[in-house]
């Protein structure tokens, strides 16, 4: 069974300061790992996928996250938030071998930018 | 390639009206998926397809939803008779379901129905 959990519903921080959204998930086999991002009114972008390969993965707008499969966590990470950051953010997590009905999205985080 | 097409961007209709979503993945991908997004329930996997083939719709409310994909690049989600609490943005995606590939979203259907 696969689960993910995203820890924070909101989380605010100010312009030009670290973002770290929480995210942790539970697979009996290597999932596939990915962060989305929606703006309201929008359509959910893709930010980064982890896929089996490099733990440590870079995405769009300055974005990266890191695997860590002894914590089963998946942080998205970015050094200084912009104020264009605020957003929705979820987590996702596939098996490896694609499914629809096997992929799982987190409950999502709000991320609010102060400037 | 202009990614997935929703249409329409808005929908307000009358309860108990028909309202027809409709939806046209990127070229090549085989996988499409409808999702429902709301306050309460978040995003909710309603059904998807594989090679235009309903695979699994169990995440369909009630027999009043009902999704086609007559073609590859293609599909409609239907609801009749409408009601309220159906008022959601609705979302379709697509992807190559192949390993690890990752799905793309349209940019949803808001649907109000009053």
């Known amino acids: 069974a696969q689960s993910v959990t995203q820890l924070d519903s909101h989380v605010s921080v100010s312009e030009g300061t670290p973002v770290l959204l929480r995210c942790n998930y539970s697979s009996s086999y290597s999932p596939s790992l990915f962060w989305y991002v929606q703006h309201p009114n929008k359509g959910l972008q893709l930010l980064l996928k982890?896929?089996?390969?490099?733990?440590l993965v870079k995405g769009i707008n300055g974005f990266e996250a890191e695997f860590k499969k002894s914590e089963t966590s998946f942080h998205l990470t970015k050094p200084s938030a912009h104020m264009s950051d605020a957003a929705e953010y979820f987590c996702?997590?596939?098996?490896?071998?694609?499914?629809?009905?096997?992929?799982?999205f987190g409950a999502g985080t709000r991320l609010f930018v102060k400037a | 390639d202009a990614g997935v097409i929703q249409s329409p961007r808005h929908e307000v209709t009358e309860m108990g009206q028909e309202v027809t979503l409709r939806c046209k993945p990127i070229s090549g991908h085989n996988s499409l998926f409808w999702y429902r997004q709301t306050m309460m329930r978040g995003l909710e996997l309603l059904i998807y397809?594989?090679?235009?083939?309903?695979?699994?719709d169990s995440g369909m409310p009630e027999d009043r939803f009902s999704a086609k994909m007559p073609n590859a690049s293609f599909s409609t989600l239907k609801i009749q008779p409408s009601e309220p609490r159906d008022s959601a943005v609705y979302f379709c995606a697509s992807s190559l379901e192949i390993g690890t590939t990752e799905a793309f979203f349209g940019q949803g259907t808001r649907l109000t129905v009053v």
């Open positions: 996702v997590v596939r098996p490896p071998g694609g499914g629809g009905f096997k992929t799982i």
């Open positions: 982890y896929t089996s390969a490099a733990t």
């Open positions: 397809f594989n090679n235009n083939v309903p695979i699994d």
